[in-house]
């Protein structure tokens, strides 16, 4: 088994410090959208750049769904969440992970400039 696979947006500072923050948590890859070779480019979505992706082994998480698998992957308190966050129903973990995501991505800038004070 190969090491998850973290694709992200490179040109954004929040999603490279998420990045670089879940591989200092867990153990994971990393590659920005600008270094994805052919074959990993393959294996994403068609709109791979609207969001983050997790690779593993043969299956791909995108978006607020690799978020949730990546935070579980870690040591850090983003795993606590994550694992309190599996307690509820999937159903509600459904209608609740994607809208969130896209909350914070929607206002990564925000979260970018809080982080580097």
Do not use: K, N
């Not at 948590?25 to 990393?30: A, I, N, P």
């Amino acid at each position: 088994m190969t090491r998850p696979l973290i694709v992200y947006d490179d040109d954004c500072g929040f999603c490279t410090w998420a990045a670089e923050y879940a591989d200092e948590h867990g153990e994971f890859d990393l590659v920005g959208f600008s270094a994805l070779d052919d074959d990993q480019r393959a294996r994403l979505p068609p709109e791979y750049d609207r969001c983050v992706h997790l690779l593993v082994d043969d299956r791909v998480y995108s978006c607020g769904e690799a978020t949730e698998e990546i935070l579980a992957r870690t040591d850090s308190v983003g795993g606590d969440a994550a694992d309190l966050f599996r307690l509820l129903p999937s159903s509600a973990r459904e209608r609740v992970r994607e809208p969130l995501y896209r909350w914070v991505a929607d206002h990564r800038s925000w979260f970018g400039r809080v982080l580097r004070r």
